[in-house]
């Protein structure tokens, strides 16, 4: 079984920073693609960033120069460094994991982040 762990949401104003931190342990043996979505109320849930094994990052056009993905695919371990956070990033965050010999996929329970004006 596998579970996946984030870490480091909370409430921050306008124009603050926080950085996500997401665990995964269990059987989960190599990680093909590490990535965060969000969902705002009344919203669907949206890609924010992503990142494969080889290194290639993505980002959503509202996060691009804003937010950066990292990674540890020794430690099971995926970042989302969060700058300049306005209220419209104000969702719950959730990590993701595919793993890369099962192709299963794994999703954290996800974190609030609130961002007040």
């Known amino acids: 079984q596998v579970h996946l762990e984030e870490s480091g949401g909370g409430v921050v104003q306008a124009g603050g920073s926080l950085r996500l931190s997401c665990a995964a342990s269990?059987?989960?043996?190599?990680?093909?693609?590490m990535a965060w979505y969000r969902q705002a109320p009344g919203k669907q849930r949206e890609v924010v960033a992503s990142?494969?094994?080889?290194?290639?990052?993505t980002y959503a056009d509202s996060v691009t120069g804003r937010f950066t993905i990292s990674g540890d695919n020794d430690k099971k371990s995926v970042y989302l460094q969060m700058n300049s956070l306005n209220p419209g990033d104000t969702a719950v965050y959730y990590c993701?994991?595919?793993?890369?010999?099962?192709?299963?996929?794994?999703w954290g329970q996800g974190i609030q982040v609130t961002v007040s004006s």
């Open positions: 990142m494969s094994k080889s290194g290639m990052r």
């Open positions: 993701n994991m595919h793993e890369t010999y099962s192709r299963e996929i794994y």
């Open positions: 269990g059987s989960i043996f190599s990680i093909n693609i």
